[in-house]
C-alpha cells in the first residue's frame, strides 16, 4: 500500500491539492501536527474541489506517533537526498510504502532524516531552484511508484461512459479529426 506522509505541512493549497491525488490513486494520507492551517480551511476545499470528502487520512500530533502506528518502508523527501526517486523499487503491493515530505519551508528537520540516510531521496533537478512545489514533488514521486506497480487498480479510460469522447467522436465519423 502506497501513503503520503506530510510532516507539518504549512500551505492550505498544496495539502488541498495532495488531497485530491490522494483519492485519484486510492493512497492514504498521513498529516503531522503541527498544520499551518485547519482542515476546515476554504483553502483547502478550493484546492481539493469536492474529492476530499473521499480522501482516507489521519492526523498524528507528531512523528513519534506516526512512527509508533505505522510500520513499512519509509522514503524521505529531501534536498539532501543523493539517490533519485527512480533508483528505489516500489512494485511490491503488499509491503506498506510512505514517502514523507517536509514543511514547505524547511523540509524535514536533519534530526529525523539522519537515521534514515540510506532512504533520503531527491528529483533530480537543476542547480536554479532548490526544490519544486510540494504537491508536484508528491504527484511525481507518487505516480513513479504507481508506474512500478502497473497502475494496480487505477483505471486508463474516463470512467464516465456518457462522457467517452473518442468512442463518440468514432460513432459519428469525425474519425480524421482525432
Do not use: W
Not at 503541527?34 to 492526523?59: H, M, Q
Not at 512523528?63 to 529531501?78: A, C, R, V
Not at 536533519?110 to 533530480?124: A, F, G, N, S, T
Amino acid at each position: 500500500m502506497l501513503n503520503i506522509v506530510l510532516y507539518e505541512p504549512e500551505i492550505p493549497g498544496n495539502t488541498g491539492n495532495i488531497m485530491r491525488t490522494c483519492v485519484a490513486t486510492h493512497t492514504h494520507l498521513h498529516l503531522i501536527e503541527p498544520l499551518g492551517f485547519s482542515l476546515s480551511d476554504k483553502y483547502i476545499k478550493r484546492s481539493g474541489v469536492n474529492y476530499i470528502s473521499n480522501c482516507e487520512y489521519t492526523v498524528y500530533q507528531n512523528i513519534d506517533e506516526f512512527f509508533s502506528k505505522n510500520q513499512g518502508t519509509f522514503y524521505f523527501l529531501t534536498r539532501y537526498g543523493h539517490r533519485p526517486h527512480t533508483s528505489f523499487s516500489y512494485e511490491n503491493v503488499e509491503e506498506n510504502i510512505y514517502f514523507i515530505f517536509g514543511r514547505e519551508s524547511t523540509g524535514i528537520p536533519r534530526e529525523i532524516l539522519k537515521p534514515h540516510i540510506d532512504h533520503c531521496i531527491r528529483i533530480p533537478m537543476t542547480d536554479k531552484v532548490r526544490a519544486l512545489n510540494l504537491s508536484n514533488t508528491v504527484a511525481i514521486v507518487l505516480y513513479e511508484a504507481l508506474r512500478q506497480q502497473n497502475y494496480l487498480d487505477l483505471l486508463f479510460d474516463e470512467p464516465h461512459k456518457s462522457k467517452t469522447f473518442i468512442e463518440d467522436a468514432l460513432a459519428i465519423g469525425e474519425k480524421d479529426d482525432l
